[in-house]
């Protein structure tokens, strides 16, 4: 397996010079071993650095590189262990405990208790390099785990992280004078309020038990916690100053209380590993059997034998095959399937906010605030114990919301939205070791131009930041008094401007806490001329349009005109607004929109060799001045060439032209190409073999075919230019080359696979729909972002569409609010006297107004020592979408199947780590957090998502185009790609419907993607992102025909339909109104495809359904048991 880095800069070159910042193909740079080359050098993740030994095991961080999977088939358990090993002993308290933050960490057994046990597993060397294109290389079965299990469950030694004092004073630990008086009542439902009983005159020792069920008993070899004193007292109008406690002796008086913790909650031992599903996924029934292209089982998979005797019940499965891959009678299948009604409780990782006190505490009273919980804490939700092997339902019945940082109220009502600026941990680990124990990869991702339905704008001409690390002042900032403030990244301490002391709000004096700045993270500027290094530029259209017999046949000319004719008046911009043409075949033509003229003039250049611009200055023009010429061109156009027979593309001599055009100024470049292009700079050459799209081994030609477009695009970048690329083909067009254009200049692709204006009426539609949303969206021009951290976490990896300026400066000569990001942080200087950290990211862009705007975005997230902390603040979907462009970057630079297998070695690892550092009690089954429950769904998803998948059928340019969205798109668009949501919507009804703009919304549950869940008298919603489809049973009920479809029966539904006619009917309006609501969270436009059985996109449909098997790929059942089996090694 390639040792390659999962963490390599987005995109590929050969060429040092256009490296998309420091350091972009570790083949073509041969970076030297042991050398720090910038951002690309990467030291999480590396064991030498961690302070506590990390157990073996197979995956991404123990030893830097991914290391393999060994087939399902090569793991034959032995005989299980005998004993558990006992807990170390206890030392005796000499002093009451002492209180501090709510910790997660799960209690230590306080005494062994009688009957036999198991001895530690003996770890176990890293397996062979085995591809990860079939788990089963041959039809040998896998053995079934044999448990042993006692009458109850025994516990274990303390974890190894707990066996290590803290390397220095403990965040927000309280004040020993606050800890005397009696706890307040707690503010938090998801703290118990059963006190514990400490005995203060005979605490347990080694060989007693706990006084109480929630006794607490230090391992041995542990050091209390050291007191980190409060800071000094500080000016608080709103909020004290906060930041590193000053150094000195620790305070006097009474010592202060300790915290006991409650023994974690989880399944008993008494469930045993469920029977997996038949081998061809059957079930018995008395109507006949729904379709599935997927039921067969390939030679090559067998079936897993099942444990226990047969017909017996083990968890919540059905008594028949555990619903891994069931087929329902369609008779049998109820409105709310079985298994989702006796579902347990829906995911939700409920806030675990801070006791208050009644004047609202800053960061600085963040100990004495929380002495209320020393005593009254209990396992949080998002640490609850579940046993993935026994819990079928663990789908939410609606989309899962972001975690919440356990941060104290007043700080978290002002945190930023996490639409905008999400963490994958919601808790920092305290030092790098720490993070990499935790196995988690730490990143953001950033959806920094979003739409904002509210979005503060200061005209102040006083831009108040830090004078040593420049970071805007934020919520999160301390005033020290009225004069000075704090800064919350690199801590020192500022003048506060007299213009700051003026509120424009209030209209009051003397109250610079209140100002909208520190009022809100997320927050614009309108910039002073000091932020511009040149007049602001106009806003500058060019489109490129291939005008060849190819382009000409698919009928996207015609659209395209009449969109633009549709949308000029409504183009971002301001008078000085200009717009300009070129079209290309076999050669370059301009079009002369000069004022003056009766009519267009075209100009042909035929030398593509020496592109040169025959009239400069008439080939941008002024849109408002020569509106009608434009128009005139719009209509004309389409007529221009529509006899044309040239079939040769010249798209590189093309694009060299648009670069020449726009170059003084900068602008936007809208591309629209039909075919591969083959004459002059840039031709390209198919590369894709057909017979290949299905292969299980690696796939080729994911990196770019040549340098030519990713030079352009950097050179774009230079003059403030971006290029977006509208692919509209039937055939390859080599979109891993032609993608490049739009990734180092800061733009976007479209793509649009067998356009054709009559044979696709569904392409079409979508055309439209984002062309119209593409010409009126919100833009920036000649943009700059940086993103800031506290002083001690550093930035190594971006990903998106953008180039690298320097270490923490994106280049986006364009910025559109559909583009998200995403970057790789590390842990530099350990954060031992931090309570929080802040990250900041900066955007600065030109409006299309010609205005010099700053919007800002600050994240405040805490800072824990425990690793069941960093556990319980761990964000699925957010490590999910950072670990897809990771894997993106990994199919690139190294090959897919080393992707393929870090993905799966990462919810390995992350599992493992906690199984062998979190949980105190060791259980049969494949155990998580409740916050990670759907984490290996997710990373089955990814690997069955078009970009990462084997042995199925995939286009190349299919492929690489998911590949970009995984990259470019925000998380939560990202998502549905990766793991599309399942409605049934033939029995909607108002019952918790939404009312939005006097429109009822229906809110149907999520099902899981599994043919289980379908049956043949029903109709099912399944939204994937890009694309909705509707399946409608062969049993439907004719109501719904009637109602919603408009046909009188099933065989009358038309084959390609993609819109439902407006009947006025409830049932017409209700299904209209839902899908009407799912498109309009997104900016793109999601084509509707009705399916029915016979329907040739009936097996694409079948393909999203993550939960089954198909002939290539394990279904859910069995990949989890494929992470117990290597888990348990």
């Not at 939960?1107 to 048991?1121: I, K």
Request: proline share 13%; glycine share 6%; hydrophobic share 35%.
């Amino acid at each position: 397996m390639s040792t390659a880095g999962f963490n390599s800069q987005n995109g590929t070159g050969t060429g040092q010079t256009y490296a998309n910042g420091p350091s972009q193909n570790p083949v073509a740079l041969q970076q030297l071993p042991g050398v720090n080359y910038g951002m690309t050098h990467q030291s999480p993740y590396n064991p030498m650095q961690a302070k506590v030994p990390v157990p073996p095991g197979p995956g991404l961080y123990p030893s830097g590189p991914y290391q393999p999977i060994p087939p399902v088939s090569s793991y034959h358990p032995g005989p299980p262990p005998t004993s558990y090993p006992s807990a170390p002993g206890q030392p005796l308290l000499s002093r009451p405990p002492i209180g501090g933050l709510p910790s997660h960490t799960p209690p230590q057994s306080a005494s062994p208790s009688p009957g036999p046990r198991l001895p530690p597993a003996q770890a176990t060397p890293p397996p062979p390099a085995v591809s990860s294109s079939s788990y089963y290389p041959n039809p040998q079965q896998p053995m079934a785990p044999a448990w042993q299990y006692n009458t109850a469950p025994p516990p274990v030694g303390a974890a190894a992280s707990m066996g290590t004092p803290p390397h220095g004073p403990v965040a927000n630990h309280m004040n020993p004078a606050a800890s005397l008086s009696g706890p307040p009542p707690l503010s938090s439902a998801a703290y118990s309020t059963t006190p514990a009983v400490i005995s203060q005159t005979q605490p347990p020792g080694p060989g007693m038990p706990p006084t109480s069920l929630h006794g607490y008993s230090q391992p041995a070899g542990t050091a209390p916690p050291p007191i980190n004193p409060l800071a000094p007292h500080s000016y608080q109008p709103s909020r004290p100053a906060y930041g590193p406690p000053p150094t000195g002796p620790p305070p006097t008086g009474p010592p202060p209380t300790m915290k006991p913790t409650p023994p974690p909650t989880g399944p008993t031992m008494a469930n045993a590993t469920p029977p997996p599903p038949k081998a061809d996924g059957a079930v018995a029934g008395n109507g006949p059997q729904a379709s599935n292209s997927y039921n067969h089982v390939d030679n090559k998979m067998v079936g897993l034998t099942q444990p226990g005797p047969p017909g017996r019940h083990l968890g919540h499965y059905p008594s028949l095959p555990p619903g891994y891959q069931n087929t329902s009678a369609p008779h049998a299948t109820s409105p709310m399937h079985p298994a989702m009604q006796a579902a347990t409780q829906p995911y939700t990782q409920a806030p675990q906010p801070y006791q208050q006190l009644p004047g609202g505490p800053g960061p600085a009273q963040l100990s004495p605030s929380l002495a209320a919980l020393s005593l009254k804490s209990s396992t949080p939700e998002a640490l609850r114990v579940v046993n993935l092997l026994q819990e079928r339902n663990l789908l939410p019945p609606s989309p899962v919301p972001a975690p919440t940082p356990c941060l104290p109220q007043d700080l978290q009502k002002v945190n930023c939205n996490p639409e905008v600026f999400r963490s994958t941990l919601t808790s920092i680990p305290q030092t790098q070791s720490l993070l990499n124990k935790a196995k988690m990869p730490l990143g953001l991702l950033l959806h920094p131009f979003k739409d904002l339905s509210q979005l503060p704008v200061v005209t102040s001409s006083t831009i108040v930041r830090c004078r040593s690390c420049r970071t805007y002042i934020n919520p999160f900032v301390s005033f020290l008094d009225q004069r000075r403030w704090k800064c919350n990244l690199c801590y020192r301490v500022n003048d506060v401007p007299e213009e700051f002391m003026y509120n424009p709000v209030s209209k009051s004096y003397g109250e610079p806490h209140k100002r909208p700045e520190v009022q809100n993270a997320t927050i614009e500027f309108i910039a002073p001329s000091e932020y511009m290094l040149r007049p602001p530029q106009p806003a500058v259209y060019l489109f490129v349009l291939d005008v060849s017999h190819n382009a000409v046949e698919t009928g996207y000319l015609n659209v395209f005109c009449q969109s633009l004719l549709d949308n000029i008046n409504a183009l971002p911009g301001d008078s000085r607004t200009k717009v300009g043409f070129i079209t290309f075949d076999s050669t370059i033509h301009f079009y002369n929109l000069q004022e003056g003229l009766s009519q267009p003039q075209m100009l042909i250049v035929s030398d593509i060799e020496d592109i040169f611009l025959p009239t400069p200055d008439s080939l941008l023009v002024n849109l408002n001045e020569c509106k009608e010429l434009v128009q005139d061109l719009l209509k004309s156009l389409p007529n221009l060439f529509e006899k044309t027979m040239e079939t040769q593309s010249a798209l590189g001599s093309a694009l060299q032209a648009a670069f020449k055009l726009l170059s003084p100024t900068g602008g936007r470049m809208s591309v629209f190409q039909t075919q591969l292009p083959n004459l002059g700079a840039g031709a390209l050459q198919s590369r894709e073999d057909p017979n290949q799209r299905a292969s299980a081994k690696d796939i080729q030609h994911l990196s770019p075919a040549t340098d030519f477009y990713k030079k352009l695009a950097l050179d774009c970048s230079g003059q403030q230019v971006a290029v977006d690329l509208f692919m509209l083909s039937a055939q390859y067009c080599d979109l891993a080359s032609l993608g490049c254009i739009s990734r180092y200049s800061a733009g976007s692709v479209y793509y649009y696979p067998s356009y054709h204006h009559q044979h696709n009426p569904g392409q079409v539609e979508r055309f439209q729909k984002d062309l119209k949303r593409y010409l009126t969206r919100k833009i920036g021009f000649e943009a700059v972002m940086r993103i800031r951290c506290t002083k001690g976490l550093s930035i190594h990896t971006f990903h998106g569409n953008f180039f690298v300026r320097s270490t923490d400066l994106l280049s986006l000569p364009n910025v559109n609010p559909d583009a998200g990001f995403a970057v790789q942080m590390s842990i530099e200087e350990n954060l031992d006297d931090m309570q929080v950290v802040s990250f900041q990211a900066a955007l600065l862009y030109t409006s299309s107004k010609g205005e010099r705007r700053i919007r800002v975005h600050t994240l405040c997230l805490p800072v824990v020592n425990s690793l069941s902390d960093v556990f319980a603040g761990a964000d699925a979907q957010a490590i999910t979408g950072l670990l897809a462009c990771m894997a993106v970057d990994r199919s690139v630079t190294a090959s897919l199947s080393d992707a393929r297998d870090a993905m799966t070695n990462a919810a390995i690892d992350s599992l493992l780590s906690y199984r062998q550092s979190v949980l105190t009690i060791q259980q049969p089954g494949l155990l998580a957090p409740a916050c990670l429950r759907l984490f290996p769904l997710y990373i089955l998803a990814l690997l069955k998502q078009k970009a990462f998948r084997t042995g199925t059928s995939t286009r190349l340019d299919d492929r690489v185009f998911a590949m970009c969205q995984l990259k470019y798109q925000p998380l939560a668009y990202s998502t549905l790609m990766i793991h599309p949501a399942l409605y049934r919507v033939d029995d909607l009804t108002d019952e918790g419907a939404l009312n939005i703009s006097e429109r009822t919304i229906p809110q149907p549950r999520m099902l899981q993607l599994s043919v289980e869940k379908l049956s043949r008298d029903g109709a099912f919603l399944m939204d994937a992102g890009t694309v909705i489809y509707l399946w409608i049973g062969r049993n439907c009920h004719p109501n719904f025909l009637t109602q919603v479809l408009g046909v009188p029966s099933y065989a009358a539904v038309p084959e390609n339909l993609y819109l439902l006619p407006e009947l006025d009917t409830a049932e017409s309006q209700r299904t209209r109104a839902f899908i009407s609501w799912l498109r309009d969270q997104r900016p793109f436009y999601p084509s509707l495809h009705v399916i029915r059985d016979e329907s040739q996109l009936k097996p694409t449909f079948m393909q999203n359904m993550i939960e089954d098997r198909t002939e290539s790929a394990l279904s859910y059942y069995e990949f989890l048991l494929h992470l117990q089996q290597q888990i348990s090694k």
